[in-house]
């Protein structure tokens, strides 16, 4: 445990200086995007001495990670409230968005790759590899457009966007989640598929057999939990890859959220923006695998051999 916790803490110190080193490198300024391109140089000198951009980098890197220490990550550029208070506003909407897709995704996955897991082979582990597959081969920015075009624009069953920010409506988040799902299904089903085939193969499994326990039981008691325990760190892989998926999904169906956010701060060129939302998906990150990793260990222990 102190160990993997030291490991997170290095890895967010080192993302807190990689993500200040590539947001300054962002080519352009908030001030020369804030003026316009008609504005004079002296006007983009006075803007940026009063944004405090005009700064030396260490002397805005060492405030910067100072605030972060402290929960202070300074104010938008562009709109002047806190950086906290901006994504407050918008993080509702991707959580949201996220938990949908997980929950939708985990079981349709679990359920694919144990059924394939099981009959290796068989027309059904054929028809759930392929289709899993397509899904996840297609683009998201396209399968979403092509969803609009059939329930929207021809069928005309569910709203192409927000509507200005209408999230509550349930029809709203159909087409966003389907797009999501599609692109993480194939990712876990396959390794569910996996420690299922080598779980209901191992030798404890089919002793359990041999004494007559039923095949439900043997299922459910000892073939899911030994062959999903693989599959967390695929989870947490599938988590990370929504929420950078939502930066395309929520632009293209206009939803208020994180990944519209992001968009918006990297064109505005709103430093302490883009740096707080970077650093959320730095932190989200970290402590999701550090959580995976203790689960795996607490799931699976690891077991001195004798000599």
């Known amino acids: 445990m102190t160990v993997r916790a030291v490991v997170a803490l290095a890895q967010l110190a080192a993302a807190t200086v990689a993500i200040f080193v590539l947001t300054t490198l962002l080519p352009g300024g908030t001030a020369e995007v804030v003026l316009g391109p008609d504005a004079t140089d002296e006007q983009v000198r006075e803007l940026a001495a009063r944004l405090g951009t005009d700064r030396p980098p260490g002397v805005r890197f060492a405030e910067w990670a100072g605030g972060a ?13 806190t950086v906290l208070d901006e994504i407050a506003d918008r993080f509702g909407s991707t959580a949201l968005l996220t938990g949908l897709t997980l929950l939708v995704a985990v079981p349709l996955a679990v359920l694919a790759g144990t059924v394939a897991g099981r009959r290796p082979g068989s027309p059904a582990d054929r028809v759930s590899t392929a289709t899993v597959s397509a899904l996840q081969a297609a683009p998201q920015f396209a399968l979403g457009l092509l969803l609009v075009a059939l329930f929207s624009l021809q069928l005309g069953w569910l709203p192409a966007t927000a509507g200005g920010g209408a999230l509550l409506t349930p ?59 693989p599959s967390l760190q695929q989870l947490a892989r599938i988590t990370e890859g929504t929420l950078g998926g939502v930066v395309v999904v929520e632009s293209l169906f206009a939803l208020p959220g994180v990944g519209a956010g992001v968009v ?37 222990p690891v077991r001195e051999d004798a000599r």
Not at 71 to 81: A, E, I, K
Not at 279 to 295: P, Q, R, S, W, Y
């Open 69 to 81: 220490v402290t929960g202070d990550l300074g104010s938008s550029l562009v709109t002047g409230r």
């Open 171 to 229: 029809a709203v988040l159909v087409l966003p989640v389907a797009v999501l799902v599609a692109s993480q299904l194939g990712w876990l089903s396959r390794q569910v598929r996996q420690g299922v085939l080598q779980t209901d193969r191992s030798p404890h499994v089919t002793h359990l057999r041999r004494l007559g326990l039923s095949e439900p039981v043997v299922l459910w008691r000892h073939v899911l939990p030994g062959g999903v325990a």
């Open 264 to 300: 918006e701060a990297v064109q505005s060129r709103d430093l302490p923006l883009v740096q707080g939302y970077a650093l959320l998906a730095a932190v989200v990150t970290i402590m999701l695998n550090l959580l995976v990793d203790l689960l795996t260990a607490r799931l699976t």
